[in-house]
């Protein structure tokens, strides 16, 4: 799984390695631990009789998470993976078209068929969730593996063969399940999700995992924080727990334990500028984890509800630019032509506010709402259209996989087409803007569907706020707070409006590539 942002690291499977390279350790997020609290200084006689200073742990904390770690270790398992690494590129030489330069250390095949390719090792961590060999583990540890290239390493030493039983890139969660012959009629050790007593923030927890491929590894901290998100898709289901236990490379996919030795969280993604540990860690917690490994054993895979739209953050500019105060919700900024919430009567610039009346903040606390849904079942949704209320229902549709959703979020730009011929331009001083009607000129350089209504964004003032906010030359125009708009008159007149109800900006429904996004702009003096 990609970085999702500056710092975060998540899937790093420490020890990928070409043909058959033993290395270890997948990659979570983290950062350095606060300074503990000064320990109690006890005086104690010393050989001679003068008083020696002994250290204890203050009030509240064990003496020793040794019995802690002999009841659960035995259920964490090291993963080691087995996958496919990229095959080197055969070399061409211009004039020697037809034949292959094979890099040294490359066999070439048989009547030019492919050879198999290299192979490469990584491992993480896991835990077993039933006496009969189901696995929890984090997807990005075993997403690329071979067919039969997944061994779990217990405690004990044994090794054994497992195999997928689903996969849920969602939350980044997988479930395996021990297959080996040698293991027909075993109890394995398991653990248990603990999803009634939440630990609080500041309370004990210890991880365990295979860092670097060492081995079953103990480490522990607090919890730091609830509610992190990692500003990527997983994140969308996920509201992870920080805690300050040490995670490494390796650890991936290992559970976090409180004091009583109960799964509070796997352990997934690790903060560093170096990509080392650093002392902050994320983890998933064990009601979503719980729910997700129930899901994926029944069925393999998670059914979740969907609404077909594509939605941003309502920002605090964005409800200015309304005259809605201090609303939260998600605005809705595209529908997909067909979808649920099309057909249900959902429209473009709606603010979503509630969804089967539980109020939403963001646009990821949508998506988790409607994601909760059942294919079929209605959602009640609670939006503001031009500022005044109502409730939209939507018959639930099934979410897509994240890679089909991907396909349909290319940002990929058209470039060196040549300049259309310039139509007529006109300007919006207050907004920055230089604006032009779309010929078909400016449709075949900039790929704007025949369908899309409005105004080409000619030219971006640098300093304005439009500048800043990263529009650019290429960009459609096709409303202004929630009106459409085609000539430089509507423009300044929903301009003009906004600044008569004395609103410090208006908001923009911009495409570009294709995909549309609701940008707020300042309205200059």
Known sequence: MA??????????????????????????????????????????SGASGAPAPMFAPPPGAPLSFADIFEQVSPAVVQIDVTSKAAAAPKL?????????????????????????????????????????????????????????????????????????VGRDEGTDLAVLKVVDPKAKGA??????????????????????????????????GIISAYNRDLGDSSSTFVDYIQIDAPINRGNSGGPSFDIYGRVIGVNTAIFSPTGGSVGIGFAIPADVAEATAKALISGGKVVRGYIGAQIQPF????????????????????????????KGGLMAEDVITAVNGVNIKSGSELTREVAKGRP??????SVLRGGKP?????????????????????????????????????????????????????????????????????????SSDAGEKGLRKGDVLTSIN??????????????????????????????????????PLKIAP
């Open 390 to 462: 109502r409730t939209v229902d939507i018959k639930s549709g099934v979410r897509p996989t994240e890679k089909e959703l991907s396909l349909n979020d290319d940002d990929t730009d058209e470039n060196g087409a040549e300049a259309p011929a310039k139509p007529q331009v006109q300007k919006s001083d207050a907004l920055g803007l230089t604006l032009a009607p779309i010929d078909d000129a400016a449709r075949r350089t900039y790929s704007i569907d025949p369908a899309v209504r409005g105004l080409l964004i000619d030219g971006v003032k640098a």
């Open 482 to 519: 929630g009106e459409p708009v085609a000539n430089a008159t509507q423009v300044a007149s929903a301009v003009d409006a906004a600044k008569k109800l004395q609103r410090p900006s208006v908001n923009l429904r911009i495409i570009r590539a294709g995909r549309p996004t609701i940008v």
């Open 187 to 220: 109890a394995f050790p398991y653990v248990n999700f603990e999803n009634q007593a939440k630990p609080r923030v500041g309370d004990w927890v210890i991880t365990i995992g295979n860092p670097f491929g060492l081995g079953g590894t103990a480490t522990a």
């Open 92 to 164: 061409r030489i211009p004039g020697l078209e037809g034949f292959d330069i094979v890099p040294r250390g490359q066999k070439p095949g048989d009547d030019g068929e492919e050879t198999p390719g290299p192979k490469q090792q990584s491992s993480g961590s896991g835990f077993f969730i039933s006496a009969d060999g189901y696995l929890v583990t984090n997807n990005h540890v075993v997403a690329d593996a071979d067919a039969d290239g997944i061994n779990v390493v217990l405690k004990d030493g044994r090794e054994l063969k497992a195999t997928i």
């Open 3 to 44: 970085a999702r942002k500056s710092g975060f690291f998540v899937g790093a499977v420490a020890g990928a390695g070409v043909a058959c390279a033993a290395l270890a350790g997948v990659g979570m997020r983290m950062a350095p631990a606060g300074a503990a609290e000064p320990a109690q200084v006890v005086r104690t």
């Open 376 to 381: 079929g079942d209605t959602l009640k949704l």
């Open 315 to 342: 920002t605090k500019e964005m409800a200015e630019a309304q005259g809605l105060g201090d609303v939260k919700g998600a605005i809705v900024a595209d529908l997909v032509a067909g979808g649920p919430a099309q």
